[in-house]
């Protein structure tokens, strides 16, 4: 018994791990889709200096306009690595729950056994002195 509930408690702590990666993973593309947002304003800030300036710098708009068309790009792919990420954390999540309430059965199940082997054991222990007290009485 005690063998398949440390198989379980390992696989426990191998889905939890897992588990963990995908948690970091995720914060890391939360950060890089912060970091594309911000890049945007900024290019959007940037923009609008350009086109309230004296000097109109045709090329430099453009260039500003491609950028922020190619963030937007990049935003909207990084929202949807989040949601598969996201996605992907709610199995390990549901598979991280299996496997605890597998060990807890197996908990259970043992705690169960033992309390069933000590309740034998006392009744074996008992049986044995009324033996011993009955071979006693009988020798008197």
Do not use: C, W
């Amino acid at each position: 018994m005690q063998v398949v509930l440390d198989m379980r408690e390992k696989e426990l702590e191998e889905r939890q791990m897992e588990m963990a990666k995908i948690l970091t993973a995720l914060n890391a593309q939360r950060e890089k889709l912060q970091s594309i947002l911000s890049a945007q304003e900024n290019n959007k800030n940037n923009l609008e200096i350009l086109n309230t300036s004296d000097n109109l710098d045709i090329p430099q708009i453009q260039s500003h306009r491609d950028y922020g068309v190619r963030l937007s790009a990049e935003a909207r792919n990084q929202e949807r690595i989040i949601l598969n990420t996201e996605a992907i954390l709610k199995r390990k999540q549901q598979e991280v729950l299996q496997a605890h309430q597998k060990v807890e059965v197996l908990k259970k199940l043992k705690e169960k056994q033992e309390k069933e082997y000590y309740k034998e054991f006392l009744q074996a222990e008992v049986k044995e002195i009324d033996d011993i007290t009955s071979a006693r009485y009988r020798f008197q």
